[in-house]
Every structure is written in C-alpha cells, then in structure tokens.
T-cell receptor
Framework: GAGVSQSPRYKVAKRGQDVALRCDPI?????LFWYQQALGQGPEFLTY????????KSGLPSDRFFAERPEGSVSTLKIQRTQQEDSAVYLC???????????FGQGTRLTVV | GENVEQHPSTLSVQEGDSAVIKCTYS??????FPWYKQELGKRPQLIID?????GEKKDQRIAVTLNKTAKHFSLHITETQPEDSAVYFC????????????FGQGTELSVKP
C-alpha cells in the first residue's frame, strides 16, 4: 500500500462495549506505534512494537487497553469496556526502524456515548 | 521522562509574513526533533526534522533551529501562504526510548490572505 492504513475511520461505541481498531503499516516497516490524540492536543504515546514484539507499553492508560501484532505486520488495538474518557483519535505510525522517520495513518476517531 | 512544551498555542499572520513556533524539551538525551503538520481531520505529516548533531536545517521556506544547551528548538516558516494554515506539532525522541515520540501541545497557525 501507499501508506499506513487504519480502519475503521470512525467508530461510535456505547459505554461498556469492546472495540478493536486495526492498523496496516507500510510494507516492510519493522516499527509500529500507537498514539492517542485527544481533541486539541498533541498525540500521546501508547505502545510500540518491533516486529511482533511489544517492547514498550508504558503509555497504555489502563489494563482495558491491549495491543497486538502477532505476525509482525497488521496490528490491533483493543479497548475493553469503553468509557467516555476513551473518546479520542487513535493514530498508528510505522517506520523502517525505530530511529527512522515515522509515517502516520489517518487515525480512527472513537466516540464513546 | 521527556516533556515537550510548545508555544504559542495559536498564531495568526498575514500572507507573506514569517511565522515562528518554539518548543522546549526536558531530557538532555533526546537527539531527534521532528515537526509535523496536521490539517483538520487528516494525518500528521512530517515537514522537517533535525538531529542533535546539527544546529540548523532548511528546506525551501521552512527551517528548524536547535539549541542543545538551552534545550529548545524552533520552526521558522517564511513567506507564509494560506495553505500553510494548519496545526503544527513539535516532538522529541530520546535515543534509548525505542523510537517513541513525545509531542508538544500543538500550534494552530492561521495565514490570512
């Protein structure tokens, strides 16, 4: 693909529902990052993968947040029992290596009602 | 951990004027400083970056300066055009933190024709 692809673009969830957000990184990119961007704020780091290994999950706000990248390509961010404060844009980024330029997807806008 | 502060939060200039956005960082081990442009509803896109071994970098109308001693870096846009209107984010990356970016809060730039 031409860039990082995320789906769905928009997701409305009722409070308490589980959601799964998908990221397709640029082919061959080893590093994959998830960020959370609240309205009017800068992106905040959630977690980082190098291939299939989750090397840093220090930014995940609670144990309701879980991310995986089982085959070192596509990644899924799962949020269990969504709450209103989870409403944000979730951005995925990938790079050839951790020290290289990061390319962002268009994000998934999650609204919890 | 790293903390990045960005100022101003909003900036309005006349077309053709220059715009300057400033960021400070806290971790002296940070060694990579990208700037992203984000238009409404779109993905952040890298416009310029600088590594800690140089003090200035230019790309046409855009330049970035870095002062490692003072731990601050700035984005300069000359001859601004209406299409420069967007939110700009600075970020910092620390060499031993696996590639995660710490972002500033963003600057909404408005260029009036």
């Amino acid at each position: 693909g031409a860039g990082v692809s995320q789906s769905p673009r928009y997701k409305v969830a009722k409070r308490g529902q589980d959601v799964a957000l998908r990221c397709d990184p640029i082919s061959g990119h080893v590093s994959l990052f998830w960020y959370q961007q609240a309205l009017g704020q800068g992106p905040e780091f959630l977690t980082y993968f190098q291939n299939e290994a989750q090397l840093d999950k220090s930014g995940l706000p609670s144990d309701r947040f879980f991310a995986e990248r089982p085959e070192g390509s596509v990644s899924t961010l799962k949020i269990q029992r969504t709450q209103q404060e989870d409403s944000a844009v979730y951005l995925c980024a990938s790079s050839l290596g951790y020290a290289e330029e990061a390319f962002f997807g268009q994000g998934t806008r999650l609204t919890v009602v | 951990g790293e903390n990045v502060e960005q100022h101003p939060s909003t900036l309005s200039v006349q077309e053709g004027d220059s715009a300057v956005i400033k960021c400070t960082y806290s971790d002296s081990a940070s060694n990579y400083f990208p700037w992203y442009k984000q238009e409404l509803g779109k993905r952040p896109q890298l416009i310029i970056d600088i590594r800690s071994n140089v003090g200035e970098k230019k790309d046409q109308r855009i330049a970035v300066t870095l002062n490692k001693t003072a731990k601050h870096f700035s984005l300069h846009i000359t001859e601004t055009q209406p299409e420069d209107s967007a939110v700009y984010f600075c970020a910092a990356r620390t060499y031993n933190q696996g590639g995660k970016l710490i972002f500033g809060q963003g600057t909404e730039l408005s260029v009036k024709p």
